[in-house]
C-alpha cells in the first residue's frame, strides 16, 4: 500500500477503487517533486480533447500519441509540462533544457528547440496544470487510504492513456493490489 515515506520522485499514486474525487477518480499520478512543504504530480491518464499543436506549435508534432494534451491535475490548468523519457543510454544530465525526475524521464524546458531534445527522447507528454499537495497532507489521504504509493516504470509517463493505465499499473503489482483492478468504485452500485 506504501506510505508517504515511500513517496519520492518517479513514484506513482494510484488512486484507490473508493476515492470518488471526480478530479481524481481511477487516476494514474507520477511523483515529480515530494519535499516537506508539499508535493507535485501529473495525473497521466486524462487526455483532454485539445491538441498539443493547438497550444505548443513547436512541440505538438513531437507529443506521444495520443497528441492531445492532458490534464496534469485542478492545479493552474494555464501552466503547461512536459515530461520526456529518453532512449536507452541517453543520460538526463546531458541533454540541455531537462531536469531529471528519475532514470530516463525528466521535465522539459518548453523554451527550448525540440530539435536538441526529440532525437533522444523515446516519448514526449504534455500536460495542462498539476496535481499538488501541502505538506502533510498527502500523508493524510494515503494514510486514509485514498492512494496507493507504487513504483513507476519509465513507459507509464508515455503509454496510451485511460482508464486501462489505472488496471494495468494495478494488475502488476500482484495480489493483494492486483485484486483491486476489477473493483467497482462505488460498492452501493454494484
Given at each position: ?75 493552474e490548468q494555464r501552466t503547461a509540462i512536459c ?85 494495468r499499473v494495478l494488475r502488476r503489482q500482484g ?16
Amino acid at each position: 500500500m506504501g506510505t508517504d515515506a515511500d513517496v519520492e520522485p518517479g513514484t506513482l499514486l494510484v488512486a484507490a477503487p473508493q476515492l470518488l474525487d471526480q478530479n481524481f477518480r481511477r487516476t494514474v499520478v507520477f511523483i515529480i517533486h515530494h519535499r516537506a512543504e508539499g508535493t507535485l504530480g501529473v495525473v497521466l491518464n486524462r487526455p483532454s480533447e485539445v491538441s498539443v499543436d493547438d497550444v505548443l506549435p513547436r512541440w505538438g508534432p513531437h507529443a506521444s500519441e495520443p497528441q492531445s494534451l492532458f490534464v496534469g491535475g485542478p492545479v493552474e490548468q494555464r501552466t503547461a509540462i512536459c515530461l520526456a523519457a529518453l532512449r536507452t543510454g541517453v543520460d538526463v544530465g546531458s541533454v540541455s533544457g531537462m531536469i531529471g525526475v528519475r532514470g530516463p524521464i525528466g521535465l522539459v524546458d518548453l523554451d527550448g528547440d525540440p530539435a536538441d531534445l526529440v532525437p533522444r527522447a523515446r516519448g514526449l507528454r504534455f500536460f495542462a496544470g498539476y496535481a499538488g499537495w501541502d505538506a502533510d497532507q498527502l500523508a493524510g489521504e494515503i494514510d486514509r487510504g485514498d492512494w496507493l504509493v507504487v513504483p513507476a516504470l519509465p513507459d507509464d509517463v508515455i503509454a496510451p492513456p485511460g482508464p486501462e493505465l489505472w488496471g494495468r499499473v494495478l494488475r502488476r503489482q500482484g495480489p493483494p493490489l492486483a485484486f483491486l483492478a476489477t473493483h467497482p468504485g462505488d460498492v452501493k452500485l454494484n
